[in-house]
């Protein structure tokens, strides 16, 4: 059971972290409720009281016997601002210590993370930018928000993301790796690319972006910046994460190239389509009077992974490949594995056996990560965030 302290600032997603404080409670750990004065605006003491059964107060100066405001900060073993207007993630770059909440964070040792939430002209001012990269800069982890509905009837970035997204990575935090892709950038593609044949028909892939998206989720648990490239995914939004749509190989390639300039890690996760039809047909192709099927000529896709490797100029970024093969009567799944690994040359491939139809959609995944330096780690079968977990560990020993 961990000590958590749940920091609420005044934005009227604070209703929201009533359904995070009951997560955590019936997880069985032990949470205190920080307010600041403006929440109470919106959720009330009596509520927090009540939910976490611990007495909740604002001000530095009330029950001041307790030393509260160097109290909660060193026993905690978690630290959440949610939600974390601009105004206390501008109070916590800054070192400023007005009330409870601040002077908590202050005397906190334990992993912060922020979830804002705010107007997107909030967020995207260059001040709240700036405060958001020096938090990230001195290890904290400030969760992206989410795209939606705002207040009124504003629509945009800015959103709270769902409570049971924020409590997935804030217990993440909790684990021994927490922190190590602090102030890193993790670029991560997901999902299967369409090329279409005619308006209607396109040639694809069964990926459904689970691991992609699970390993999103655990580079943002460890701190990372985090840009997904996502193929297709019909999956909810990796929360903490930026979004990228794509639909076909080459915007993948080309989303990917833009986000690799500044990355330090680059895990292609995605199954790009390795062929497209020569020529696509503006009309839906008919079925021949004759009953003689169409013949549909095809060509070689760019190969975004080699293309990745031959681009970068020293050891940043590490580069990762997923490899989903089948043994043949030619090769082992792990022999066609080793033979991608030299071709490609990047610095980690995931080797997944899809044969009979494996790992496609499924919770579940198990791997074989082959390294370039020779080294061999098989990821028994288990859900997906633990491979994911298992692929960063390399990706972290790589980087070091």
Request: aromatic share 4%.
């Amino acid at each position: 059971m961990a000590e958590i302290v749940l920091g609420v600032s005044g934005g009227i997603a604070a209703y929201k972290s009533a359904e995070l404080l009951r997560l955590f409670t019936e997880s069985g750990h032990s949470v205190r409720v920080v307010p600041t004065v403006s929440s109470l605006n919106f959720v009330g003491a009596a509520t927090w009281e009540a939910l976490s059964g611990k007495p909740v107060q604002a001000e530095v100066f009330e029950h001041v016997d307790e030393v509260a405001h160097v109290r909660i900060g060193q026993g905690a073993d978690l630290v959440v601002v949610a939600p974390a207007t601009a105004n206390i993630l501008a109070k916590a770059a800054h070192g400023i210590a007005d009330d409870l909440l601040t002077n908590t964070l202050l005397t906190a040792r334990c992993p912060v993370m922020f979830v804002p939430a705010m107007h997107t002209e909030m967020w995207e001012n260059a001040a709240t930018q700036a405060n958001v990269a020096t938090l990230r800069e001195r290890g904290h982890v400030v969760v992206e928000p989410a795209v939606g509905r705002l207040t009124g009837v504003d629509t945009g970035k800015g959103r709270l993301p769902d409570p049971q997204q924020i409590f997935q990575i804030a217990t993440q935090l909790l684990e021994p790796h927490a922190q190590d892709l602090a102030g890193k950038h993790v670029v991560i593609s997901a999902g299967g690319t369409r090329e279409f044949l005619d308006p209607v028909r396109f040639l694809g892939n069964r990926s459904s972006g689970r691991q992609g998206y699970a390993l999103a989720e655990a580079a943002v648990a460890r701190g990372a910046r985090v840009t997904v490239v996502s193929a297709n995914v019909s999956l909810p939004d990796p929360a903490g994460a930026d979004l990228v749509r794509v639909v076909s190989t080459e915007e993948l390639r080309q989303q990917v190239h833009q986000a690799a300039v500044d990355a330090d890690a680059v895990i292609m996760a995605a199954a790009p389509a390795d062929f497209r039809p020569a020529e696509f047909v503006d009309a839906k192709i008919k079925k021949a009077s004759d009953g003689v099927a169409p013949e549909i000529q095809l060509v070689e896709n760019p190969d975004i992974l080699a293309e990745l490797v031959a681009a970068r100029t020293s050891k940043r970024p590490v580069i990762v490949g997923f490899a989903a093969e089948t043994g043949d009567a030619n090769a082992s799944v792990i022999e066609h594995a080793r033979a991608k690994l030299a071709r490609k040359g990047c610095d980690l491939l995931v080797v997944n056996d899809v044969g009979a139809g494996k790992v496609f959609g499924a919770e579940d995944n198990e791997a074989v990560l082959l390294g370039a330096d020779g080294t061999v780690d098989e990821v028994p079968l288990g859900p997906k965030i633990h491979l994911a977990h298992a692929v960063l560990d390399a990706v972290v020993q790589r980087m070091d």
